[in-house]
């Protein structure tokens, strides 16, 4: 936990930008019936019953020294969904910078491993030399300012 905390009071380097990562599930659904309009002075009334419409997954980097977010929707999150989002956050959102210090989850997939899964082996290291990876301890993703996210936390829905 100290770890997190110390990196969390490093000043705003833009050549060592602080990014917070996180994902969550979300189920995908699709209204059964229409809502009875809004009338004055009323909302809209929706009925509970859903259609279950599958799930996605939505990727979220927090940079919370510049309150910049970067968001991705997949269908899963897999090793691969994984590292083709960090590698577009290297790539095209922290392309100046010259390390990446990297705040998360321990989650199975959160590993420069994943790299070498989805990249030639000389891709996979130049990404990985990129950036550094800091996990917040076990049933600490709280610490992780990408999770607490109001609209992203996947315990608030």
Known sequence: ??????????????KRPIVCVGESSKQLT???REPLPASSGQVLKYDTEYE????????????????????K???QRTQIDWAMYIKDLVD??????????????NLNTHH???LYEAF?????KRLADRFEIHYTPKHGSWLNMAEIEPEFDSSKT
């Open 30 to 32: 699709k209204e059964v």
């Open 52 to 71: 279950r419409n599958g799930t996605a997954s939505i990727f979220m980097a927090f940079e919370p020294l510049q309150g910049l977010r970067y968001t």
């Open 92 to 105: 095209n959102h922290y392309s100046e910078a010259e390390q990446i210090i990297f705040v998360m989850d």
């Open 120 to 124: 030639e082996p000389a891709e996979a």
């Open 1 to 14: 936990m100290e770890e997190v905390l110390d990196i969390y009071k490093l000043p705003y380097d833009p």
């Open 112 to 114: 420069k491993s994943s």
């Open 73 to 75: 929707t997949t269908e």
